[in-house]
């Protein structure tokens, strides 16, 4: 069983500084977890207190239900792979997918199987003898996940592996991680700050913000159902749209911000236990870019938003739409850390007060720079969030939180 429990686990540095502040986790047996936020959010802290590479301030740490806090990393039955591949630069690939199991004194038979097994389930045939200086990046990260998966432990601990990787090939061993988490079945703890790498990889995320658990879900859940403002900023990519907003009862519910005014649908309401309470009041409303779509392209029972396009981006499969919305940005702790730590793309500020927002429309829209424009808006997934707490109002999470 490679189930693996934090219950209550903190960390505390010298000097006070918080890595792992109160963290509760349950990954069950087979499931690939991903740890993803941005850098100091003690996502590698957590990995590694897995590991036993860190020492745990209070709480337990148990895999296949073994409590582990007094167990050195190689008595736990783990396998990481790091960032920098960690690889025997002077052994040739088949002696470093070999070189774990003749430490644990291994029979060679065994040996000699299992390395022929894995450099087959990897395509490493042909490099068995060569050293890693005449791999590729890809082929040097497959090595490395091939020393991991040779030792066929409980769980795999993954460290940013595919950070040194150009982008093409990110994607690809992406792929073939997912493809080899479904054949091995192996518990896989995964830590990243890149969020779109967390959403196509992990069957729950785990968010993470100043030591401390935001929110751990599903990749889809976590995007149209984030508990608060820091989850709602950090995943997706563009970012999500923000600005301050007054819920209204007039001609039927609606949510007016800068010069704009979006109904509400009664369904929305009906599915928010509490947000009625907010009508008359300042929220944060949150769009996210995915729910707009060309006025000229989209259903016409779709509210439309008036704006000008300041810049578009084709990416060939979608345009973005780049346009001004008449309202200063959003001033909050949480949303700060959540789109500007990592440099994400988000609302922006420019002149005289204004926030700029992303729009993702068909690639067969029109819409040119500096062009009037009307941009439909599905209703039916608006965010509204509480201006002080930063929490999602009406979601059973935030409000339990």
Request: charged residues 20%; contains cysteine.
């Amino acid at each position: 069983m490679g189930q693996i429990v934090l219950d209550h686990v903190t960390k505390v540095y010298p000097g006070g500084v918080m890595g792992i502040d109160d963290l509760s986790l349950d990954i069950a047996d087979g499931e690939f977890m991903v740890l993803v936020g941005p850098s100091g959010c003690g996502k590698s802290t957590a990995l590694r207190s897995i590991a036993g590479l860190e020492e745990i301030t209070s709480g337990t740490i148990s895999i296949g239900a073994h409590v582990v806090n007094d167990l050195p990393p190689k008595d736990r039955d783990i396998a990481m792979v790091f960032q920098n591949y960690a690889l025997y630069p002077h052994m040739t690939v088949e002696q470093n997918l070999a070189f774990g199991l003749q430490q644990r004194r291994t029979p060679k038979d065994d040996i000699r199987r299992r390395v022929i097994e894995v450099a087959g389930l990897l395509g490493l045939e042909e490099y068995l003898k060569r050293k890693p200086a005449a791999l590729s990046g890809g082929q040097r990260q497959r090595v490395a996940m091939g020393r991991a998966i040779v030792r066929e432990p409980k769980a795999f601990l993954m460290d940013e592996p595919l950070s040194n990787l150009d982008a093409k090939l990110r994607v690809s061993m992406r792929a073939s991680l997912s493809q080899l988490h479904e054949r091995l079945g192996v518990t896989t703890v995964y830590v990243t700050h890149d969020q779109v790498e967390a959403m196509t990889l992990g069957q729950r995320v785990c968010v993470m913000r100043d030591g401390k658990l935001q929110q751990a879900d599903s990749p889809q859940a976590l995007f149209n159902a984030p508990v608060n403002l820091f989850v709602a900023g950090f995943m997706g990519s563009p970012a999500m749209n923000f600005a301050t907003a007054r819920l209204v009862r007039d001609d039927g519910a609606a949510v007016v911000f800068a010069d704009h005014r979006l109904p509400v649908p009664d369904t929305l309401l009906a599915a928010r236990p509490g947000l009625a309470d907010y009508f008359d009041r300042e929220v944060i409303l949150g769009v996210r870019p995915s729910d707009f779509e060309d006025g000229d392209l989209a259903d016409a029972s779709w509210p439309r938003m008036g704006a000008t396009a300041d810049v578009t981006e084709a990416l060939g499969s979608e345009l973005h739409v780049l346009f001004r919305v008449d309202a200063p940005p959003v001033q909050h702790a949480a949303l700060g850390d959540a789109i500007a730590v990592e440099g994400e793309e988000g609302a922006l500020p420019l002149t005289a007060g204004k926030t700029m927002w992303t729009a993702r429309v068909a690639a067969r829209s029109m819409i040119a720079s500096s062009h009037s424009v009307e941009l439909a808006v599905d209703t039916s997934n608006l965010q509204f969030f509480d201006c002080d707490s930063g929490l999602s109002i009406g979601r059973p999470q935030a409000l339990a939180a």
